[in-house]
């Protein structure tokens, strides 16, 4: 008879790492080998592309790629950047056909990035998406960051959205800058993150997502302006509200922090926004309880748990490093390297160090601007609307009810597009 004692070595050998790695690495295995993807359909040309911009025109790195949708670009930026910014943006909007939102921001935001640094909080980009949403006029909006492109025309990626029939709907980021480390190991965070997105398509990305102009206004609407999480944020909200939320495979490369520092700061900003995500809207979990339960209890409680792990080696600890590895070799067999040898240990890192750090920071960035990011569920959702028009009548009507401000909504022109508000 096996004694208590060999009976939870054995547990503790075998059956606890393996557990610790199934639980990492299902989402990436159930997102493999899923099948129910969008399928292609004939390009759309009706459609608006919202690219925010402040601070400083040097981020507006893809320029060169949003000529090519000329007047269909509309940049988004403040009433209260500089007058040598606002002249080189105009210098840009007169030579490319793009159009130009200017939107008010609290005073605290004002000139933000204007040191020379992007920002990583605040409220001044969803305030900004959220703002000259009133002025598009096209039934379908992108939203894609100041330094990203895709590898095909944006007019087959609405084209698939619209086929498809969604109203929101996620795409596949590819880190395009590789040739460093930190690169080749984000690449492979990617990938598996991107398959993730198989089957949870309401995790979109800030850097480019796809959206009906109605439903991106209304979720806009009850949007908690919170900058880190705000695109998976608006995800939840749409499919909070019985939107149809997809994920459409094309690829849009975009460039990552390659060195240390930009690495960590981005990191950071990161981890507080999955510490906002994950304890500070714990109601979530009843909609996605296995997305919550990684979150909360894996990576948030179970913190104490692997530092302890960490800090006295043992067999365990060593089986659950091969363990891993052989999970994350399965998992990127097609594109392996050796830098897939350094993967656990830059997983554990970001376990063992960024989440607490993130922490820290969620409470330096929510005290800063003032916002705790609580996420809104208990939505009540308008009747479908046929149009941008319809869906700021239906806003303005539910606002009668609440003390939620309804912004003044003026008719969209050639160029520029701005408001007071």
Partial sequence: MISYTWL????????????????DTLGGLRGKHHRGIATPHPPVEDFTVLVPIYGDVRYLENVAYLAEYGARVVLCTTASETPAFYAALDELSAVHGFRVFRGTVPVTQANAGASGRRATSGTIRDRLIRDALQFVDTPTVVCIDADTTTTRPLQELVGTFVGNQFDFASVRLIPSNTDRLLGRLQAYEYRLSMQMRRIAPWMVSGACHVARTPVHLEVMRRHS????????????????LGYRVGHIPFDVPTTVPDRIKPWFRQRLAWAGGEFRLFALNLHLARRHPWFWAYGTLITLVG????????????????????LYFGGCLYLHYRHRGWTLLLLPFYTAFNSLVMTPLGAVWYAVMAVRDRNPGIIRTRLTRYPAAASITQARELLAIEALSTDTQILPVVPSRARPIEASH
């Fill in 8 to 23: 939870a070595w054995l547990v503790s050998l075998l059956c606890l790492p393996l557990l610790y790695v199934l639980i």
């Fill in 303 to 322: 913190l104490p748990l692997r530092w302890a792990s960490a800090s006295h080696p043992a067999w365990p600890l060593a089986a659950l490093a091969i």
């Fill in 225 to 240: 302006l919170f900058f880190q999480g705000n695109d998976v944020e608006a995800g939840i909200i749409a499919s909070a």
